[in-house]
T-cell receptor, first 115, second 113 residues
């Protein structure tokens, strides 16, 4: 069965801290994505990656960076956390090409609170 | 540019009522795919259905049905005889293939016993 695993379901950090959110997939997918979800705004794409060491900015990359050193792992980094980054973060992965029933498989999400 | 609009922010129904969630999309592509995802209170996104742009046949799966109409760029989702377990946020999404999904803002459905 397909699996996208996010390292934490709940996380509480302080303003100014450097925060790492980890995502691992076991499906050998090329593509990986990070979204944040906020009430009334839906899912917004932060960054995505089509291959190891590659990254592309999404719609709201400011304040974030990413790392993709291995195919199965995609890390989201908050360089200096701020309260407006309190949100639900969702990781997803997908195959590069071809037709599959689900374009993206999602993790369970991380609820991050910045105090 | 691609865009998905879910005009209904929140819907509340009494159990056993039918409810339709609206989804309107915009795209200039002739080949595309449309999806519905369910997000229960636990947070994970659960895939419900995918349709491609060449297949306008409506689909029924148990209490769920989907009405895809290219003429109005809509892909509406109906739950028949709603149940409390249907309470969730539902997202409609558009996909061109090998690009990130474009999501609507979601509709929060509350089914009251």
């Amino acid at each position: 069965d397909v699996k996208v695993t996010q390292s934490s379901r709940y996380l509480v950090k302080r303003t100014g801290e450097k925060v790492f959110l980890e995502c691992v997939q076991d499906m050998d997918h090329e593509n990986m994505f990070w979204y944040r979800q906020d009430p009334g705004l839906g899912l917004r794409l932060i960054y995505f990656s089509y291959d190891v060491k590659m990254k592309e900015k999404g719609d709201i990359p400011e304040g974030y960076s990413v790392s993709r050193e291995k195919k199965e792992r995609f890390s989201l980094i908050l360089e200096s956390a701020s309260t407006n980054q309190t949100s639900m973060y969702l990781c997803a992965s997908s195959q590069r090409t071809g037709v599959s029933n689900q374009p993206q498989h999602f993790g369970d999400g991380t609820r991050l609170s910045i105090l | 540019a691609q865009k998905v609009t879910q005009a209904q922010t929140e819907i509340s129904v009494v159990e056993k009522e039918d409810v339709t969630l609206d989804c309107v999309y915009e795209t200039r592509d002739t080949t595309y795919y449309l999806f519905w995802y369910k997000q229960p209170p636990s947070g994970e996104l659960v895939f419900l259905i995918r349709r491609n742009s060449f297949d306008e046949q409506n689909e029924i799966s148990g209490r769920y049905s989907w009405n895809f109409q290219k003429s109005t760029s809509s892909f509406n989702f109906t739950i028949t005889a709603s149940q409390v377990v249907d309470s969730a946020v539902y997202f409609c999404a558009l996909w061109k293939g090998n690009t990130p999904l474009v999501f609507g803002k979601g509709t929060r459905l509350s089914v009251i016993a």
